[in-house]
């Protein structure tokens, strides 16, 4: 397989996008195989220490200026209600602000200590939840975008093995991603016609953290 990319080159743009030169020359297949497989790779190995939701409060809290360690009330609601529901990382975060603003300060704001008496207690959830609905946001923004370069080339966006999403589901089973030529699919529309603003917003908030595929 690394003999379909040895003439492609990668360049840094004066913007910071980055562009690739020679897909031109793989084939359909190759070119939706070197779509998926570095993007699924990385975002199946990079470590992520919380949860999309918990990330997803984080990166609100960043971009409009809050400290890390220093969640606002209506951030500390929101990590509640993920805590008491069984996000693990939600919990670890809460205790982590709990135990700074013990040391910082002696005391704890209202909501936390409710928070830190049913840990103490036992009163929160042992096991996490399990997969949300929006846990395959970044998967679903990674296919779509290789479906996007295959109809870019001509190919119809679905309707049979030959098809832009065809061609995408039978790459996906070389990392072991069990999608049909529907559910390609269906993963696209996802993303972009999202269902309600919850996903809207968190396809939004994805796409900041992986950019998009330059696959012209």
Excluded at 18 to 33: I, P, Q
Excluded at 45 to 74: F, N, Q, W
Excluded at 183 to 209: F, H, I, M
Aim: charged share 25%; aromatic share 6%.
């Amino acid at each position: 397989m690394a003999g379909f990319y040895s003439g492609i080159r990668i360049e840094k743009r004066d913007d910071g996008a980055w562009k690739v030169f020679g897909l031109e020359e793989l084939t359909n297949y190759e070119l939706a195989v070197f779509a998926v497989g570095l993007p699924l790779l990385v975002a199946a190995k990079s470590p992520r220490k919380y949860s999309l939701e918990v990330h997803s409060i984080l990166l609100d809290m960043k971009s409009e200026g809050v400290p890390k360690l220093a969640p606002r009330s209506t951030d500390i609601e929101r990590l509640l209600d993920l805590a008491f529901a069984g996000d693990q990382s939600a919990r670890a975060y809460l205790k982590k602000v709990s135990a700074r603003l013990l040391v910082k300060n002696g005391q704890l704001p209202s909501e936390l200590s409710k928070f830190v008496a049913a840990e103490l207690n036992g009163q929160l959830p042992k096991k996490g939840r399990g997969r949300g609905k929006n846990q395959n946001i970044e998967r679903d923004i990674i296919i779509s975008s290789a479906v996007d370069g295959l109809v870019k080339r001509g190919l119809p966006h679905n309707g049979g093995q030959n098809s832009a999403c065809g061609v995408v589901a039978e790459a996906l089973l070389g990392f072991d991603v069990l999608l049909t030529e529907d559910g390609v699919r269906k993963a696209v529309e996802r993303v972009k016609r999202p269902e309600n603003t919850a996903l809207a917003q968190e396809v939004t908030k994805a796409l900041k953290r992986i950019g998009k595929n330059n696959l012209s």
